[in-house]
């Protein structure tokens, strides 16, 4: 059974990290999915992201990298998985993920959304606050894998 895991992953965090490895022993194939999006600045490039990601899961045969531009739905169909993945932080972060969810599945009813709670260790940790950190010259390796 495959899942996909979107998001933009600018950077890819620990607390990204920690989702996968959690839902790792439930699927056959965890899908990474870059999300691309033009009207979006990032930090690094997409291939700079899918590089460090894979560069990650050398040895999990189970984890396949790839970028999208399109509907992340759109994707999950693209690459057979029957869940998309999450993780939330907060309140806020399930508030979001669930109205994201109920859209996909009026879209394609057949993909269900999955929510992991972040690990009490990783609840703090965002890409956002990692770009932040590093645009004012902080030390943030214990953010990234």
């Known amino acids: 059974m495959t899942a996909l895991f979107p998001g933009s992953f600018d950077p890819f965090t620990t607390g990204h990290d920690d989702i996968v490895r959690r839902f790792l022993p439930l699927f056959d194939r965890i899908v990474v999915a870059v999300g691309v999006n033009e009207r979006k600045q990032t930090m690094l490039t997409a291939e700079e992201r899918v590089r460090q990601i894979k560069e990650l899961y050398s040895n999990e045969p189970k984890i ?3 970028t999208y531009s399109d509907l992340t739905v759109d994707m999950a169909q693209r690459v057979g998985a029957r ?7 907060s309140v806020k972060d399930f508030e979001y993920e669930r109205e994201q969810a109920e859209i996909n599945r009026r879209l394609c009813p057949e993909i269900d959304t999955i929510i992991l709670f972040a690990s009490p260790d990783k609840a703090i940790v965002s890409s ?18």
């Open 83 to 89: 869940y998309i993945i999450k993780g939330v932080r």
């Open 64 to 66: 396949d990298v790839q």
């Open 128 to 145: 956002s606050v990692v770009r932040e950190l590093q645009h004012f010259g902080k030390d943030t390796k214990q953010f990234l894998p």
